[in-house]
């Protein structure tokens, strides 16, 4: 955390995304005073969610808790996917029933939703990639999140766009119109997606190594009236084992070349 | 081929798919020949498609033609990725123009469409899981499959409803349902979602391997009028190494318990 935080000043960057897993081994006070003192903001705390799961509500009490504490601008929600399902396990006994999983995950948002908005915490409805629609998030296209979100004030329930999940979606660009109308895009995250995809999970790339064309996706969140922070939240191995200093330069470069536009 | 005819006849499967490239090695005369005094019916000829290929014509009217002379009930078209993208292999020049992309499979099924009812073959459009939209379809969702075959006669072009590549889908239900009352479906296919998903292009996997809930998809199908042959078509190379009466025993009894449904 330490090292991450010194490395966006260093370099000029002026928020960061906390995850949640980085901020318990630092610790939530220890960190708040690293990204206060740093003056950084906190564009998004990552992750709430698993809402499949029998005992979602605690942890998703405490998630909500830290992103109030970090005063960090939303709290990402990764849904969860069918239940008894656990990413990279073996399947035991799950529930196949699709819809049924999407109805839990809206009655769990009802529950939460209210103390989130008691605590001035946006909730960040984060559609995924299809290919993670059994273990991750049954939540799969913007259309979904934005109707999932309706039935709660901007402020406590918005959307997540990352490219990485919603390129290929044909109604990508009505849905953004959509978000913006709605006042809902509360995260515009980038990464590239990688062909051949040489991994399910890990298989996202720098900005300009795959297959996203970011200007269009740019420009539509941009025309949808989002000026929030725009995060690049890469999983991939190499980038993570590489040095730092060094990923951040190629960052900077390839966001300003291929995902900045200008209007 | 000959292997394959002589399984299904062995099994009492009353129809089969194939592969252009067996056909190939075959003969198409031979095929014919086969199939024919076989009593099979041949369900579908896989496939035409890579439209967005700048070579794609001449190769989809051979096909064209061989699904004619096997009599098949339909041509699959997968319809390509992106622009110079190889399944595979490493980027080199691509496109990375989606929009762009699907509007030249539209006009690319605009050149075939009057071939294919000249010859009486029924093009079924494939979407593909959007984990393939870069490299093998950028038609991604029943109801893009739908939209682009509108213009056309719905006995020269349908659409395959596979539900390794829809089940994710929150609006497939709705979509199946419109696709039976545009009278556009030209064959149902079923394997499941392997989860973890052990590879991207062969983690498919027999029925009741995976997430996938197939009593719903085969209700909605049948309940949208469609009265044809129903093909499993199982991506993986475990189950394509495996002795082939055990397979076809396995599917048998695995499609009468999970895929079948009766009214």
Partial sequence: MAEAV????RHG???????????????????????KDAGLRV??????GFLTAPDFEADNRRAIDEAAALEAACLVMVVGG???VVPGEPLGEISRDLPAARERVAEALALLAPYAAE???????????PVYCADRAVLST????????APYAPETVGVVIDTFHVWW?????EQIGRAGREGRIASYQVCDFLSPLPDV???????????????????AVAAAGYAGDVEVEIFNADVWAADPDEVVATMKNRFERLVVTRV
Avoid: K, Y
């Avoid at 564009?43 to 709430?48: I, M």
């Avoid at 605590?119 to 990639?129: D, S």
């Fill in 119 to 129: 605590r001035g915490v946006r909730l960040a409805l984060e559609p995924l990639h």
């Fill in 82 to 84: 069918l239940p008894g």
């Fill in 142 to 149: 913007l259309g979904q999140a934005l109707d999932l979100a």
């Fill in 43 to 48: 564009s998004s705390l990552c992750r709430g």
């Fill in 13 to 35: 960057l002026p928020a960061i995304g906390l995850w949640r897993q980085n901020v318990a081994e630092q610790g939530l006070d220890e960190t708040v005073r690293l990204v």
């Fill in 6 to 9: 010194a490395g966006c000043v």
């Fill in 169 to 173: 979606d044909p109604q990508v660009f």
């Fill in 201 to 219: 999970l890990l298989g996202r790339g720098m900005m300009g190594d795959g297959v996203i064309d970011f200007g269009p996706l740019t420009g």
